[in-house]
């Protein structure tokens, strides 16, 4: 670690590599953030796809690898795609999912038929544009990083200053039109700074991976937060974290594809949220429904034993458990002891359960609350 | 200048695809009315309000909002969707929400402030939400969602607010919350349209009615609307469907 932040001031490489994949993270865990919330996840997968076209006849046209033209032209057939999927949507009636994959298949099929015919020209300095399929990290260079800044610089920028409106045409459509916002020019808007963020991070995890780092550092960080504010700036956290985790490894390790790796420790990340935040969490609410199916059975249980009860002249006297089921499977053992150790219930002889003190008055209590309900 | 109609609707067309959902509506709105959609389900009342708003293409027809279209006077217009239409799990909490009431009159680029936050937290306590204002809006009941909805409405101080159906599966404190409320309303002068479901409580909440199946009805004051000869026409003579002859129990009251 200690070494790794030495050579952040020393190394160029690792330096270019970090300062991108904090840029990297923050922009694509920014408007993640917003494609998640409005159901658009899959939206960043056509996009990156959509720009391999646009990579390609750059080159082809200017030929120069400079990636100011390669990110002009991965933007603007990005663009194109996004707009064809749009205009498809407001005037058919075909379903969001299946445009998405229609435009996804033709722009990335058309992408790789110019690639494949860039590799049998006879020009120089083709090589390395590839690396936009999977990401090199190690390729980058700091005018990239410069690219990489200006441009999330001014998407987040956008974004903080129409932020009210995107919340709340993200929240409820229908009211936002009703106030005036402009949604469809807005709907343009947001969905060509998803495009910005794709780009920036297409030399870093390339066009076929790249739309897991608009998906999983948003979907990780809502698991955290149930505030906006804090949800984008958190996706941002996650997102630079990976890039850089991911970025390093692979720029220490030979052969090792910058791409793939970011996107498993970002992946990681999504899976160990899903997993284990509080509140939101699979773990935490597996607990939450065990507790309360051992609570409920305990009430149970409890509630048919004052039914002996009640019939009987000492409320405490026990009943064999035989009897106790005979009224209602409410529970085993492990219930009778939880209820013996919570002091409720006590049992003179073996399966033999008698009321405590402590437990006629709560099962009493228990009755009452039933009956109000 | 005063405004003749609070809304001013002529020959209102509406079609989704061929099927006409509205199909050559006319009506206008005295100001300062409390009136209720009523109509069986299909009968094109969501579809009204939005079309009022201008959120669904209109096939034929106009409307005016106090003499002007509706983009001149959006600010003096006020709408509360179905709770149903939103995800509920959205990140935010239950101010934020009211805040957006505010959203039209700050217009770009000013964020709510002192002012706003003030005008939210009274709305809130007039829907009895005061204190669930920091909550998770995901950890409200129907009720209280759409307690939030309608706080988010009368932040927006308009003088004509359009409700669809705020009644639908709340519990009987929302209702007795909301019911206050459209009286307080009425009280300021303001006109409210309600789409409402629920034949029975009509009479008792509000003064107006418009009736409606496709095409109106009839529009007008409830007693006068709501016939049974006029709800025959509405619901093709199956009214006893809604648990008890409703055009009986009209008639009684």
């Given at each position: ?49 959509a ?9 082809l046209?200017?030929?120069?690898k ?30 969001r ?12 099929g ?5 690639m ?13 544009l590839g690396?936009f ?13 410069i ?21 709340v ?6 009211f ?31 066009v076929?991976?790249?739309s897991a ?17 804090l ?14 985790t991911?970025?390093i ?24 949220s899903?997993?284990f ?58 219930t ?30 228990l ?7 | ?7 001013d609707?002529?020959d ?8 006409p959902?509205?199909?050559d ?8 009315v409390?009136?209720?959609v009523?109509?069986?389900n ?14 669904v ?6 409307v005016?909002?106090f003499?002007?279209?509706y ?9 509360v ?23 039209g ?10 002012y706003?936050?003030?005008l ?11 204190e ?39 519990d ?22 309600v ?15 418009l ?20 709800l ?22």
């Amino acid at each position: 670690m200690l070494e790794v932040m030495v050579s952040f001031f020393t190394d160029y490489t690792l330096r270019t590599i970090i300062l991108g994949s904090l840029v990297l993270g923050i922009v694509s865990g920014a408007l993640g953030s917003f494609a998640v919330l409005r159901k658009e996840s899959l939206l960043g997968d056509a996009i990156s796809h959509a720009a391999l076209p646009g990579i390609a006849l750059s080159f082809l046209i200017i030929q120069s690898k400079h990636s100011f033209w390669l990110l002009l032209g991965a933007m603007i057939s990005g663009w194109c795609g996004t707009i064809l999927l749009l205009l498809v949507s407001y005037n058919t009636t075909l379903k969001r999912d299946a445009i998405l994959g229609i435009v996804l298949s033709v722009f990335f099929g058309f992408g790789l038929v110019l690639m494949t015919f860039i590799q049998r020209l006879p020009i120089p300095n083709k090589a390395g544009l590839g690396t936009f399929l999977f990401g090199n990290a190690s390729t980058l260079l700091a005018g990239d990083v410069i690219v990489m800044g200006v441009l999330g610089f001014i998407a987040v920028g956008i974004l903080l200053l129409i932020w009210k409106e995107i919340k709340v045409m993200t929240f409820d459509r229908d009211f936002a039109t009703s106030l005036g916002i402009p949604i469809k020019r807005l709907d343009v808007l947001l969905t060509t700074l998803v495009v910005i963020a794709i780009v920036i991070g297409l030399q870093m995890v390339g066009v076929v991976l790249m739309s897991a780092m608009i998906i999983a550092p948003a979907a990780a960080a809502r698991q955290w937060t149930d505030r906006l504010g804090l949800m984008v700036i958190l996706a941002g956290l996650i997102g630079s974290v990976s890039g850089m985790t991911g970025g390093i490894l692979s720029s220490l390790v030979t052969k090792l594809p910058t791409g793939p790796t970011i996107v498993l420790v970002v992946s990681f990340l999504a899976f160990f949220s899903l997993i284990f935040a509080p509140n939101r969490g699979i773990l935490i609410a597996w607990l939450r429904h065990q507790r309360n199916r051992k609570r409920i059975a305990g009430e149970t249980m409890l509630l048919n034993m004052l039914l002996f009860a009640e019939s009987d002249t000492d409320p405490y006297h026990p009943h064999d458990m035989g009897a106790l089921h005979a009224i209602g499977r409410s529970g085993g053992q492990k219930t009778m002891k939880t209820l013996e150790d919570d002091g409720y219930i006590e049992t003179p002889e073996k399966d033999v359960w008698g009321f405590t003190e402590l437990g006629y008055k709560k099962a009493s209590d228990l009755k009452k609350e039933r009956d109000t309900v | 200048m005063t405004d003749q109609w609070s809304i001013d609707v002529k020959d209102l067309t509406v079609a989704y695809k061929e099927k006409p959902v509205l199909w050559d509506i006319d009506i206008q709105v005295p100001q300062g009315v409390l009136m209720a959609v009523v109509g069986p389900n299909g009968a094109g009342k969501t579809t009204l309000i939005k079309a009022i708003l201008g959120l669904v293409p209109v096939a034929a027809g106009q409307v005016l909002i106090f003499d002007q279209p509706y983009k001149k006077q959006k600010r003096r217009v006020a709408y509360v969707p179905q709770r149903g239409s939103v995800d509920w799990d959205f990140p935010t909490h239950v101010l934020d929400v009211v805040l957006m009431g505010r959203y039209g009159h700050l217009g770009w680029f000013r964020r709510p402030g002192a002012y706003e936050i003030e005008l939210a937290m009274k709305a809130l306590d007039q829907v009895g939400m005061s204190e669930f204002a920091n909550r998770q809006i995901n950890q409200l009941s129907g009720g209280q969602q759409q307690r939030v909805f309608l706080a988010r409405a009368l932040v927006q101080d308009a003088d004509l607010y359009l409700m669809d159906e705020p009644f639908v599966g709340v519990d009987a404190t929302t209702e007795a919350a909301i019911v206050d409320l459209l009286k307080l309303l009425r009280e300021q002068g303001k006109t409210v349209l309600v789409v409402h479901h629920d034949l029975q409580t009509v009479t008792d909440y509000f003064d107006w009615a418009l009736l409606m199946n496709v095409r109106k009805i009839d529009i007008g004051p409830v007693d006068d609307v709501l016939t049974e000869e006029k709800l025959r026409l509405a619901y093709g003579g199956r009214t006893s469907y809604l648990g008890k002859d409703v055009t009986m129990n009209l008639e009684t009251t």
